[in-house]
């Protein structure tokens, strides 16, 4: 079982930027995967971005690279997304997930947070 809780959404205008926070408990090891999904209203839900809790090469959606980067703290249990130069079309509420294979597809993960919005104006 792994519990997966994300924080640090909210408003910001366009070109701004944003830091998610995943905090990971649980059985987690190092070979799994952590991903960031966002699903904006009307909507389906999209891969954002997701790499190995061991590190490595990282994955990320073509409308978010260059843009956003994933990157983790094994000491806090923290997985990240720094998101800058953001857009109005990356408002969605953004969920972080969890997998055991490294996949752009969100059926591949098993353990999901409740989600953070982000909002960004115009």
């Known amino acids: 079982q792994v519990h997966l809780v994300e924080s640090g959404g909210g408003l910001v205008q366009a070109g701004g930027s944003l830091r998610l926070s995943c905090a990971v408990s649980?059985?987690?090891?190092?070979?799994?995967?952590l991903g960031w999904f966002r699903q904006a209203p009307g909507k389906e839900r999209e891969f954002v971005a997701a790499?190995?809790?061991?590190?490595?090469?990282?994955s990320y959606a073509d409308s978010v690279k260059g843009r956003f980067s994933i990157s983790r703290d094994n000491a806090e249990n923290t997985m990240y997304l720094q998101m800058n130069s953001l857009k109005p079309e990356d408002t969605a509420v953004y969920y972080c997930?969890?997998?055991?294979?490294?996949?752009?597809?969100?059926?591949?993960?098993?353990?999901w947070g409740q989600g953070t919005q982000v909002t960004v104006s115009s």
């Open positions: 997930a969890s997998s055991s294979l490294m996949s752009t597809a969100g059926g591949a993960y098993v353990y």
């Open positions: 649980g059985r987690i090891f190092s070979g799994n995967i």
């Open positions: 790499n190995s809790w061991s590190g490595g090469s990282p």
